[in-house]
């Protein structure tokens, strides 16, 4: 079944500077590629996603990346802001499956 | 806007206890799920539901556990004997469309402890 890896475990930026945080997936198969935002005891909140079709997609200060050749993709955090501050997770999923799976988490710390 | 609800936000539990966590997923969404996050680890995966059945399930989610939906609104998950190692924050999902396309929507979670 598919794997993903995320890195770094942990993150901490200068406020204004830039954040990236990137996923490797196992499977060829996946097309979907959702990023999702867990601030400290609350739910996990979609923040961006991005499909196999497109290999770049961009929210205001936030983008993701994706190299399908490679299998990885990355989220990219420009002009931080401490309320960035939280853990990011990647996600990966195929057509076929009924699920998400996800990467270990990244904690970023904006200090100010 | 509308959202997954879900109850108890925490419940304490002896070992070998029966528990049931309930959610409530948005009205028109078709897909209902169940993750679990134990404290400082990576959302994982336990079961999907579909058309009134479990279209998938994880290696976790093992003959202990069990999903319903009893009345077309909840969507429970059964822990019949509880072990230390299921103390995880219980998160339910719920999504309009297939898996593809669109949103996951996650509820707050419930806090399970086992004692």
């Known amino acids: 079944g598919e794997n993903v890896e995320q890195h770094p475990s942990t993150l901490s930026v200068q406020e204004g500077d830039s954040a990236v945080i990137k996923c490797t997936y196992s499977d060829s198969a996946s097309n979907y590629f959702p990023w999702y935002k867990q601030e400290l005891g609350k739910r996990p909140q979609l923040i961006i996603d991005i499909r196999s079709n497109v290999g770049e997609k961009k929210d205001q200060r936030i983008a993701v990346t994706l190299n399908k050749t490679a299998k990885h993709f990355s989220l990219h955090i420009t002009e931080t802001q401490p309320e960035d501050s939280a853990v990011y997770f990647c996600?990966?999923?195929?057509?076929?499956?009924?699920?998400?799976?996800f990467g270990q988490g990244t904690r970023l710390t904006i200090n100010p | 806007e509308p959202e997954v609800t879900q109850t108890p936000s925490h419940q304490v539990t002896q070992m070998g206890q029966e528990v049931i966590l309930r959610c409530v997923p948005i009205?028109?969404?078709?897909?209902f799920y169940w993750y679990r996050q134990i404290l400082g680890q990576k959302v994982e995966f336990l079961v999907s539901f579909y058309n009134n059945e479990i279209s998938e399930k994880s290696e976790i989610f093992d003959d202990q556990f069990s999903v319903e939906r009893p009345d077309g609104s909840n969507f429970t998950l059964k822990i019949r004997s509880t072990k230390l190692e299921d103390s995880a924050m219980y998160f339910c999902?719920?999504?309009?469309?297939?898996?593809?396309?669109?949103?996951?929507?996650f509820g707050e979670g419930s806090r399970l402890t086992v004692l």
């Open positions: 009205s028109n969404h078709l897909y």
């Open positions: 999902a719920s999504k309009r469309e297939g898996l593809y396309t669109g949103e996951l929507f």
């Open positions: 996600a990966a999923s195929d057509q076929g499956a009924q699920k998400l799976v």
